[in-house]
T-cell receptor
Framework: GAGVSQSPSNKVTEKGKDVELRCDPI?????LYWYRQSLGQGLEFLIY????????KSGLPSDRFSAERTGGSVSTLTIQRTQQEDSAVYLC???????????????FGSGTRLTVV | GQNIDQPTEMTATEGAIVQINCTYQ??????LFWYQQHAGEAPTFLSY????GLEEKGRFSSFLSRSKGYSYLLLKELQMKDSASYLC??????????FGSGTKLNVKP
């Protein structure tokens, strides 16, 4: 696609439920990143993919968080048993390749605003 | 992460010049980006510095001193639309960036 697409744009869920957030990167971009941004805070790195592999999962806050990427394209971030502290905007970004961030920067999607009530 | 520090908020007048500073931990540094983020929107790329010196791009310029762990973003001829948060992001390896908390810039008429 022309840009990074994320869905849903907004999600309200009850505490304890599982949620899935989807990211569709720019076509041909091999590197994909998940960040989250809590209200008034900076971006917190969660995980990045190179192709379908996730060389760096160091930012995932707990084992309730997992992510996968299939076909080198769409990625899904899953949060199990959601907690109120999971409420944040989840941003996805892609670049042509990991080295490409120096030439292109990240292209971010518009994010998914997750609210856990 | 990585002690990336920026002022929380700044206010400046339309038409003026403003400098937003960013300091970071120097060990393992690879590169530094600046992003602009309007409220409720995704960050957009502004500039990128790897070597020391000033990179100029229209009304925006970004400076880097690797030895001092210091960068600044300079915005000239401020416009009301420049009211946004400005995020400093630093790479310590070749696959991801750590972001500062951002500087909220308020431009007054």
């Amino acid at each position: 696609g022309a840009g990074v697409s994320q869905s849903p744009s907004n999600k309200v869920t009850e505490k304890g439920k599982d949620v899935e957030l989807r990211c569709d990167p720019i076509s041909g971009h091999t590197a994909l990143y998940w960040y989250r941004q809590s209200l008034g805070q900076g971006l917190e790195f969660l995980i990045y993919f190179q192709g379908n592999s996730a060389p760096d999962k160091s930012g995932l806050p707990s084992d309730r968080f997992s992510a996968e990427r299939t076909g080198g394209s769409v990625s899904t971030l899953t949060i199990q048993r959601t907690q109120q502290e999971d409420s944040a905007v989840y941003l996805c970004a892609s670049t042509p390749r990991t080295g490409g961030i120096y030439n292109y920067g990240y292209t971010f999607g518009s994010g998914t605003r997750l609210t856990v009530v | 992460g990585q002690n990336i520090d920026q002022p929380t908020e700044m206010t400046a007048t339309e038409g003026a010049i403003v400098q937003i500073n960013c300091t970071y931990q120097t060990s393992g540094f690879n590169g530094l980006f600046w992003y602009q983020q309007h409220a409720g929107e995704a960050p957009t790329f502004l500039s990128y510095n790897v070597l020391d010196g000033l990179e100029e791009k229209g009304r925006f310029s970004s400076f880097l001193s690797r030895s001092k762990g210091y960068s600044y973003l300079l915005l000239k001829e401020l416009q009301m639309k420049d009211s946004a948060s400005y995020l400093c992001a630093v790479s310590y390896n070749f696959n991801k960036f750590y972001f500062g908390s951002g500087t909220k810039l308020n431009v007054k008429p």
